[in-house]
Every structure is written in C-alpha cells, then in structure tokens.
C-alpha cells in the first residue's frame, strides 16, 4: 500500500482516517459547499462511509483511488479525491472541496497546483482532469490559475437534487504544466 503524504507551503495531503469523520463532515456536509456537487450535503453516517471506503480502497493493488485529507499542516481544511481511469491508467480525475472559512485565501489554487504535483511527480500521471458546474467560479480561477486549461462542456453531464447539470473540463497534461513549473 502506499501511504500519502504531501507537503507544499501551506498544504498537506494525507489518506483520510477514521479521526478525520468529524473535520471532513464540515465539508461534506455543508450546504454551500455541496451546492455545485452532485449530491446534497452528507450525514455523519455518510461521511463515515465515505472514509471507510477510501481506507478500504487505499489498501487495493493497483490502487486507483487517493481520497486525501488536506490539511492547513495542522487541522482538517478540506478533502481532495484523484481517481485514476481503469482503461487509461495515465490519465485521472480530480475533485475537490473545502471549508467555507478557508475560501477566497488562494487556498483552493494551492490545493489544485499541489494535487496536480503529487499526480504527476510521483504517480507518473500524462493528464489530470476536472469537471466543475459552470456557476462555480471560484473553481474555475483555482484551477486556471493552478495551470489547468478549459477543454469544455459537456451538456447535461451530471444529475444534481436540482435536476441536470452541464459541467466544464479542465485539464493539465504533464509536459505542458511541468514547463509552466519551470
């Protein structure tokens, strides 16, 4: 199994554990963060679920799916999720979600570029995407700002509790964001 641990200037990644229930149901229960997610805000029992699935997951080979605590390098902030596609294995999608007391920080941007490192550094990703609603603006400067590219939109892509929902790809590929590292 390989155990997560990244570290940037102001953020950490981390695998989620059964102590992090509490700090990540402040995200995933939360109704304004959950407003452009596909689901409603989640229960305690939701929430628990979700950890005890990402830390069953961890253990798989080859593992697919990273659900990380992130981390102001001392408490639970928010949650980032790398799926690597089954039949394209270099490829994966991204999805992320913090407090609402951590927004408008350039906390979210910090989270999008650190993803994008351990993506592509030490797991040997070429493209890393992400979809987002179309109304989320904050997502989009986060991930355009981080070095992702607008792709496009695919109508009428996600189911919500309001009813079908475009979304709005970005992506990064790892030569194009390792030279704008440079």
Do not use: K
């Amino acid at each position: 199994m390989r155990c997560v641990h990244v570290s940037g200037p102001r953020l950490t990644l981390r695998d989620v554990s059964s102590d992090d229930v509490d700090a990540l149901l402040a995200v995933y229960g939360d109704p304004a963060v959950t407003e452009h997610m596909p689901f409603p805000p989640r229960t305690r029992d939701e929430v628990a679920a979700i950890v005890a699935e990402a830390m069953t997951t961890a253990q798989s080979e080859p593992r697919r799916l990273y659900v990380l605590a992130v981390t102001d390098h001392h408490h639970v902030i928010g949650v980032a999720r790398l799926h690597i596609e089954a039949d394209h294995p270099h490829s994966a999608e991204i999805g992320l979600g913090l407090r609402p007391d951590q927004w408008g920080r350039g906390i979210g941007t910090d989270l999008v570029r650190l993803v994008l490192s351990f993506g592509f550094r030490q797991l040997g990703l070429h493209r890393i995407w992400g979809a987002r609603s179309p109304a989320n603006v904050p997502a989009q400067l986060a991930m355009l700002t981080a070095g992702m590219v607008e792709e496009g939109r695919i109508r009428h892509h996600v189911h919500t509790p309001s009813g079908w929902r475009d979304s709005v790809v970005h992506s990064a590929l790892e030569d194009e964001w390792a030279g704008a590292r440079d």
